[in-house]
């Protein structure tokens, strides 16, 4: 396995004095050397070659023993430096203070056909980060991590990606709930992806202790390797890099609410400076529609990162990172000008994204109303949000307002017959509906066409995570090979697996896994 490593970060930033991986406060660096814990018996599960193939690694790496000793963290590739970050952040509106890869390290960066890329284990062992944890992780959290990343890739959502996940063939205590019932569990170890794994949470650390040294290093150091497209210099520079970090964060949240994914942790640690999807922890896919819907049981009290507050949390976490790059600029004029601009900015991309998804190409004053009277709709009863909008594609501007109801009552949770007002309410939308679609100059077969490139008939649903853990605990993994087959033409019919386009199933409503998730991992 021939990799081109490149070690920009740790060769350009500054290293913790201290070698001792033991759990502390670091100060004055952006990160700490650290060596991966050496897994006792580990197993390749799964690998993913399209990825691989991108980072010049072939199948015949994938299947080497060199492959599962890297990827496992056995041991260091020749000419790497493994190490920890160090950031902080604001967990659920609070500063947390230091934070840090507490359960990541990152082994390498790698240059393949003129793009960077950094390879990092999550669940790989101890760091300075680390706190009172074990750095570890175990196998249910791990397979929701890998194959969500890459279920995110394929629904056009920015995320990292994933490389392989590996059995440590360890045991790991965790407590799944945090309701004092701990229990061992297999361990494992993923290998995440991304240009790198730099987060608003870097740059609030330095900001927090005005160490406006490093700060500017680490700036500087970002711009020039992941932001070359900036060549304004000065204060103008640090502008540019905000206002391009608010730009991807902002269409990435938007692509968040068109398939209906709900992050679940917020928080600015967790929030990448390349508009990409990092740490999937409790996520969820919408299943019914519901604006206030968490899939996290820490947010459950307060909802804070619930689905129809994303885009105002996203608004807060650039205020924060704007507050953190401030000391390089020294004015807020242009900060502010960015940070206002957004909230206009956002609602104009989610409005033509809502278009897309009900097949309209032209823009309408009146499509506003239009959209706010279907999320009343949805809101109304228990509403699958992917089938009803994947069924909506099947709508013709000749049916009658019965077969229009009809046609999307399979994404309704409940079978008993729709209420008189809620009956009526559907019937005014289809009205309107009906009556918007003759302003459009495309056929039937192309609205469907179109609209079933963006809403995806197969979405990463919690059940089916939990399904494929449950095998996994038994050594079974052919329900994560056929979910991941499944997972890479979400769009696509697939009539082989027309059991996957189903509501979520009366035994998972309330189950562990299926409905609420916690940060155990």
Same mark, same amino acid.
């Given at each position: 396995?021939?990799?081109?490593?490149?070690?920009?970060?740790?060769?350009?930033?500054?290293?913790?004095?201290?070698?001792?991986?033991?759990?502390?406060? !670091?100060? %004055?660096?952006?990160?700490?050397?650290?060596?991966?814990?050496?897994?006792?018996?580990?197993?390749?599960?799964?690998?993913?070659?399209?990825?691989?193939?991108?980072?010049?690694?072939?199948?015949?790496?994938?299947?080497?023993?060199?492959?599962?000793?890297?990827?496992?963290?056995?041991? !260091?590739?020749?000419?790497?430096?493994?190490?920890?970050? /160090?950031?902080?952040?604001?967990?659920?509106?609070?500063?947390?203070?230091?934070? &840090? #890869?507490?359960?990541?390290?990152?082994? @390498?960066?790698?240059?393949?056909?003129?793009?960077?890329?950094?390879?990092?284990?999550?669940?790989?062992?101890?760091?300075?980060?680390?706190?009172?944890?074990?750095?570890?992780?175990?196998?249910?959290?791990?397979?929701?991590?890998?194959?969500?990343?890459?279920?995110?890739?394929?629904?056009? !959502?920015?995320?990292?990606?994933?490389?392989?996940?590996?059995?440590?063939?360890?045991?790991?205590?965790?407590?799944?709930?945090?309701?004092?019932?701990?229990?061992?569990?297999?361990?494992?170890? !993923?290998?995440?992806?991304?240009?790198?794994?730099?987060?608003?949470?870097?740059? +609030?650390?330095?900001?927090?202790?005005?160490?406006?040294?490093?700060?500017?290093? *680490?700036?500087?150091?970002?711009?020039?390797?992941?932001?070359?497209?900036?060549?304004?210099?000065?204060?103008?520079?640090?502008?540019?890099?905000?206002?391009?970090?608010?730009?991807?964060?902002?269409?990435?949240?938007?692509?968040?609410?068109?398939?209906?994914?709900?992050?679940?942790?917020?928080?600015?640690?967790?929030?990448?400076?390349?508009?990409?999807?990092?740490?999937?922890?409790?996520?969820?896919?919408?299943?019914?529609?519901?604006?206030?819907?968490?899939?996290?049981?820490? #947010?459950? &009290?307060?909802?804070?990162?619930? =689905?129809?507050?994303?885009?105002?949390?996203?608004?807060?976490?650039?205020?924060?990172?704007?507050?953190?790059?401030?000391?390089?600029?020294? +004015?807020?004029?242009? *900060?502010?000008?960015?940070?206002?601009?957004?909230?206009?900015?956002?609602?104009?991309?989610?409005?033509?994204?809502?278009?897309?998804?009900?097949?309209?190409?032209?823009?309408? #004053?009146?499509?506003?109303?239009?959209?706010?009277?279907?999320?009343?709709?949805?809101?109304?009863?228990?509403?699958?949000?992917?089938?009803? @909008?994947?069924?909506?594609?099947?709508?013709?501007?000749?049916?009658?307002?019965?077969? /229009?109801?009809?046609?999307?009552?399979?994404?309704?949770?409940?079978?008993?017959?729709?209420?008189?007002?809620?009956?009526?309410?559907?019937?005014?939308?289809?009205?309107?509906?009906?009556?918007? *679609?003759?302003?459009?100059?495309?056929? =039937?077969?192309?609205?469907?066409?179109?609209?079933?490139?963006?809403?995806?008939?197969?979405?990463?649903?919690?059940?089916?995570?939990?399904?494929?853990?449950?095998?996994?605990?038994?050594?079974?993994?052919?329900?994560?090979?056929?979910?991941?087959?499944?997972?890479?033409?979400?769009?696509?019919?697939?009539?082989? %697996?027309?059991?996957?386009?189903?509501?979520?199933?009366?035994?998972?409503?309330?189950?562990?896994? /299926?409905?609420?998730?916690? /940060?155990?991992?």
């Amino acid at each position: 396995m021939q990799l081109k490593i490149q070690n920009t970060f740790t060769n350009e930033l500054p290293a913790d004095e201290t070698s001792e991986n033991a759990v502390r406060k !670091v100060f %004055n660096a952006a990160y700490s050397k650290v060596v991966p814990t050496a897994p006792s018996l580990p197993k390749l599960i799964h690998s993913t070659v399209e990825i691989a193939n991108e980072l010049g690694i072939i199948i015949e790496d994938l299947q080497s023993q060199e492959f599962l000793e890297i990827f496992s963290g056995s041991k !260091v590739y020749p000419n790497s430096l493994p190490y920890a970050m /160090c950031y902080g952040g604001h967990q659920f509106g609070v500063w947390a203070g230091q934070l &840090g #890869d507490g359960r990541a390290i990152n082994l @390498f960066e790698i240059e393949n056909n003129n793009k960077l890329y950094t390879l990092q284990l999550k669940g790989a062992g101890k760091t300075p980060y680390s706190r009172n944890a074990d750095g570890l992780a175990v196998l249910r959290s791990s397979i929701r991590e890998y194959l969500c990343a890459e279920a995110m890739h394929y629904l056009d !959502v920015p995320s990292t990606r994933s490389l392989s996940i590996i059995e440590s063939g360890d045991k790991v205590l965790r407590d799944i709930m945090y309701n004092g019932n701990p229990a061992f569990e297999k361990g494992a170890i !993923v290998c995440r992806v991304a240009p790198s794994f730099i987060r608003f949470g870097n740059f +609030e650390i330095f900001a927090s202790r005005n160490d406006v040294n490093n700060l500017k290093k *680490l700036a500087d150091y970002t711009i020039k390797h992941h932001f070359p497209e900036i060549q304004s210099e000065g204060k103008q520079k640090y502008i540019d890099f905000f206002r391009t970090i608010t730009d991807s964060t902002k269409k990435m949240v938007v692509e968040w609410q068109r398939v209906g994914f709900v992050h679940g942790v917020m928080n600015t640690d967790n929030m990448s400076i390349h508009g990409i999807t990092i740490d999937y922890g409790p996520y969820g896919w919408l299943e019914d529609f519901n604006l206030n819907w968490t899939p996290n049981t820490t #947010d459950n &009290g307060q909802k804070r990162y619930r =689905y129809g507050n994303q885009p105002q949390i996203t608004h807060w976490n650039l205020y924060q990172l704007a507050n953190a790059i401030y000391p390089l600029i020294n +004015e807020t004029e242009d *900060l502010v000008a960015i940070l206002n601009s957004y909230e206009e900015e956002f609602e104009k991309e989610y409005l033509q994204m809502m278009r897309n998804k009900l097949g309209l190409q032209k823009r309408i #004053d009146s499509d506003k109303e239009l959209i706010s009277q279907l999320i009343q709709n949805l809101s109304a009863r228990e509403t699958d949000f992917t089938i009803f @909008f994947r069924l909506l594609s099947s709508i013709k501007m000749e049916d009658s307002i019965e077969e /229009c109801i009809s046609k999307i009552a399979f994404s309704f949770y409940t079978a008993d017959d729709i209420k008189d007002v809620e009956r009526d309410n559907w019937s005014i939308w289809f009205t309107n509906y009906l009556n918007r *679609l003759q302003l459009e100059d495309i056929t =039937y077969e192309e609205r469907k066409s179109n609209m079933n490139k963006i809403n995806p008939k197969y979405v990463f649903r919690n059940y089916i995570a939990q399904l494929i853990i449950e095998e996994a605990e038994k050594d079974n993994y052919s329900l994560l090979n056929e979910i991941y087959s499944l997972l890479k033409k979400p769009y696509d019919e697939q009539p082989e %697996n027309e059991k996957w386009f189903a509501r979520r199933p009366d035994w998972a409503r309330e189950k562990i896994g /299926c409905s609420m998730l916690s /940060c155990s991992s």
